[in-house]
């Protein structure tokens, strides 16, 4: 997202924001949303700005269509564990997800 904070770091340092979507992008994404009188056949998805400007048709402030953000495989969990080890606490792996006998 090229917020004004991730344009200030650019202005100083920069850098590749060809991966980046304007703040617009996700407020067409949530406009489009609200225009369409089937969003309740989308409760309980994971929704990026992305899938749904090629969903409904619109872009980013310039024209492109971004493509919607994925966490890499793993990232998640190497997050919360160097968040716990920051916070002085020692990091337990999570059990994957059982299934139903």
Avoid: C, I, N, W
């Amino acid at each position: 997202m090229r917020s004004e904070r991730v344009m200030a770091a650019h202005a100083r340092h920069p850098f590749d924001l060809s991966g980046t979507e304007s703040p617009e992008y996700a407020g067409r994404a949530v406009a489009a949303l609200a225009a369409d009188p089937g969003v309740l056949a989308k409760t309980g998805q994971v929704l990026t700005a992305g899938d749904l400007a090629r969903a409904y048709g619109f872009t980013d402030v310039d024209g492109r269509q971004p493509p919607g953000f994925r966490m890499p495989e793993g990232h998640a969990e190497r997050v919360r564990q160097a968040f716990l080890r920051a916070e002085g606490m020692e990091p337990v792996p999570q059990s994957p997800p059982t299934s139903p006998p």
